[in-house]
Structure formats: C-alpha cells, structure tokens
C-alpha cells in the first residue's frame, strides 16, 4: 500500500465518478423543484418556497459532522454505502409528492445522503493521493460533482420543456442512485488504512505553526480548532459557509428571477447549468494550480469573484448578461471550492482529518439553510433582487476576512516518505 496519485489510479478514478453520481443527484432538483413550488404546489411566500433547501443545507451540514466521526470509527466505504442506501427513496418521493411535505421530506433525505457520499468521496480521494496532490484530488472531486449538477439541471430543464415539471426529469434520479449504490458496494475499496500511513510520515512545518495540532485530538477538540481557534481552519470555515449561502440563493432565487422576465424553462435550465458547470469544469484547472500557487490568494479573490457576479445578476435583466454573470459566479466559486478543502487537508493531521473536513462541511453547508432563510426573508420583505444585493454584500465581506485572517497553508516539506512516488 502507497500514497499518490499514479499509484491509486484506478481507485481514484472511480471515486470521480462516484462522485458525479453524488452530484447528479443534486443536479435533479436544480431547475424543476423550484418551478414545482411556484407552478405544482401554488407557494407565494419566497420563505415558505425555499423551505426545500432550508431543510436540505440543515440536514447535510449536520451529516457531514457526523460522517467525519463515523469515517474513523468505521470506515469509509460503509458511510459511502449508507448514503446512497438513503437517496434511493429520493426521485420517488420527487415524482409522487402530492403536497409540498413531501419534497420538504425527499430533502431531509438528500441533505443526509449528500452529507455521507460526498465527505466521504473526498476524505478517501485525501486518503489516496497524500499529501504532494492535495489540491490537484479536490479539483477532480468536486469537477465531477458540480460538472454532474450542470449537466443534470440542463438536462431536467430540456425534459421538463418536453414533458412536464414530474415525473420524467426525476428518471434520472432513479438511475444514478442505483448505479452510485452498485459501484460503491461492489468495486470501492476502503482507504482509512492510507490515511494511517501518511500519518506515519507526517513531516511538520519548519516554522512550528501546527506542533500543537499533532496527534489525535478530541471530538470537542478538532471542532473548536476548526470552527474558531486555528486561524486558517477557521477562516476556511466562514469562507465555506458564506459560498454555500450564495448557492442556496442560486438554487432556489435565481430560478424564480429568471422566470419572471418571462424566460422559458428549457433557458431557466441553460442559466441553471451555466454557474455549475463552470465552476465543476474550472476545478480542474484552480484545484492543481493551488498546489503551485498556494490557497490563500485564491480563496480571497474567488470570493470577491462571486460578488462582483451576484451584483451584476441583480442589477440587469438580459439572458446574454446573466449567462455571463454566471459563468463568472462559476469562475469564482472553483477558485475557491476545492481550495478550501486542500487548505484544510493541509492543517489537519492525517489522525484527525476527517473530522476536521466533517467539521468544516457542517460550517459550509449551513450556508445552504443561512442562504434559504436570509433570502426568503429579505425576499419578502424587500424583492428577490434586494436578497441578491444582500449576499453579495456579504461574500464581499468573507473575501476581506480570509485576506486578514488566514495564512499560507501550503506547505512543500523538503521530502514526503509515501512509500511511492509522492508527486503521483
């Protein structure tokens, strides 16, 4: 058994695509459940209406803490496998749903099957590859997860042009639940084992920032770090949550806006699928350059990327403009994804590293449900739009506290014994 990329191919690759199928997942809901609120289920109230993704983000944040844990107790593979056991129900809930309790009840769900499949396609690609590829494994993960949202939500959006907002665009759900559930049971091996080894040959900074994180750490321990004390986890922290709460808002506001200037579904779905698949294509690029250029910069300017893009979707009105607005949502959001992620690979000790990412997907993911609450209240109170100006406000804001509170993480030890090549 050795780390590096070359060495895990295999597995590494099918871990990517795994992932997608975790992805797609999302991808379902992306056009139509808003639509179904709006259309199906006659919702007025902007609150009320993204409930779905309120529900969702609070589910997922708290799997994703708890799924850390489970990753060290048990293993990796048997969470993976747990969570595509949970989606199963998902599409089917989607497609018979005769009130809207029912989608509230297919969210919870997904919330809880996302926060297990995709932490751990994540910790186990961390596990593969060591510590030389951090960023290059997290660019190709959530490629291939937010890749997959695009092109599902496209896809929905052309079905139900064609069809209907139920059942067809929910087929595809069916599909990737039962193929995510095979592969996983049958052809994913465990990795908890590469991450013991890595731990062997940790090698430290020379500078001794993280002497005092070596070691095993506590439950209690590796949250307090994580979410307040260490100064790049817990920026990492915040920046995560603010660009969950911005894609809330995208998910479950943007929909809405585009619709009422009269824009067909079949171009809501184009709009739907612009964000993510430039920010799942563009991790292929932004996840290796980290590993070249270091996280800090790229996290920062990501952020202020967003906002610039949500302002200009609030302040026109123009298909051309908001596809363009979009793609650079999409930009921004891959410099900063997979980054945030190799930045916490690169403070947490191998002994508590997925806690730690549990810990730091709790924080991002309750963006999802702080994104539907702030802006369906704002949104009611005010007009979508005023939601949008809000968010961007404040992903402005998150850019400006990673400038100031966190530090390089990247580190590049003068050797890393990985019983391989190390640069994979």
């Known amino acids: 058994m050795v780390l590096g990329l070359r060495q895990n191919l295999p597995q590494f690759v099918l871990l990517v695509a795994v992932n997608a199928l975790v992805g797609g997942m999302l991808g ?18 902007y609150t009320a209406g993204l409930a779905f993704i309120l529900v969702f983000g609070l589910a997922k944040a708290a799997t994703n803490y708890l799924a ?14 747990a969570g595509w056991v949970i989606a199963l129900p998902v599409p089917l809930l989607l497609i018979w749903a005769p009130s809207w309790g029912w989608v509230i009840a297919a969210n919870v769900l997904l919330g809880v ?88 040959s940790h090698v ?47 998910w479950g506001i943007f929909p809405i806006i ?37 996280r800090k910069w790229m996290i920062a300017s990501g952020m202020l990327l967003q906002a610039f893009a949500l302002a200009v979707i609030a302040a026109v009105d123009s298909f051309a403009v908001w596809a363009a607005a979009a793609a650079l949502l999409g930009a921004g959001t891959a410099m900063v994804y997979p980054t945030l992620l190799a930045a916490i690979g690169d403070v947490a000790h191998p002994a508590w590293r997925a806690r730690a ?9 309750a963006g999802f449900a702080a994104g539907a609450l702030l802006a369906g209240v704002v949104a009611d109170a005010l007009g979508v739009r005023a939601a949008v100006w809000v968010v961007a406000g404040l992903t402005a804001l998150s850019g400006l506290v990673v400038a100031v509170r966190m530090y390089e993480t990247l580190h590049r030890p003068e050797a890393v014994v990985s019983g391989g090549d190390a640069d994979g």
């Not at 020379?206 to 307040?228: A, C, E, K, M």
């Not at 612009?274 to 690029?285: D, E, I, R």
């Not at 990412?357 to 993911?365: C, K, P, Q």
């Open 28 to 45: 379902q809901e992306r056009t139509v459940v808003p639509l179904l609120g709006k259309e199906v289920f006659g919702l007025s109230g």
């Open 68 to 81: 850390g844990t489970w990753m060290d107790r048990f293993g990796r593979k048997p969470v993976l496998v």
């Open 113 to 200: 099957s996302q926060g297990m499949t995709w932490s751990t396609t994540v910790v186990m690609k961390i596990d593969l590859v060591g510590p030389a590829r951090r960023g290059l494994a997290m660019g190709f993960n959530e490629a291939a997860g937010y890749a997959a949202v695009a092109v599902t939500a496209l896809a929905t959006g052309y079905i139900a042009q064609a069809h209907g907002l139920r059942p067809e665009p929910f087929f595809l759900g069916i599909a990737y639940a039962a193929l995510g559930l095979g592969l996983s049971t049958l052809a994913v091996r465990e990795t908890r084992e590469h991450a013991r080894l890595e731990a062997t």
């Open 204 to 250: 430290a900074r020379p500078d001794g920032r993280h002497d005092h994180l070596h070691g095993d750490l506590t439950n209690r321990q590796v949250f307090i770090q994580t979410s307040f004390r260490e100064p790049a986890l817990s920026a990492a922290s915040q920046a995560g949550l603010v660009n969950n709460l911005n894609d809330g808002l995208a």
């Open 258 to 294: 585009f619709a009422s200037a009269g824009l067909s579904v079949a171009k809501i779905g184009i709009l739907a699928a612009v964000y993510p698949a430039v920010w799942g294509l563009g991790q292929l690029v932004t996840g290796g350059l980290s590993d070249r250029v270091g």
């Open 357 to 365: 990412v549990g810990a730091y997907r709790l924080w991002r993911d």
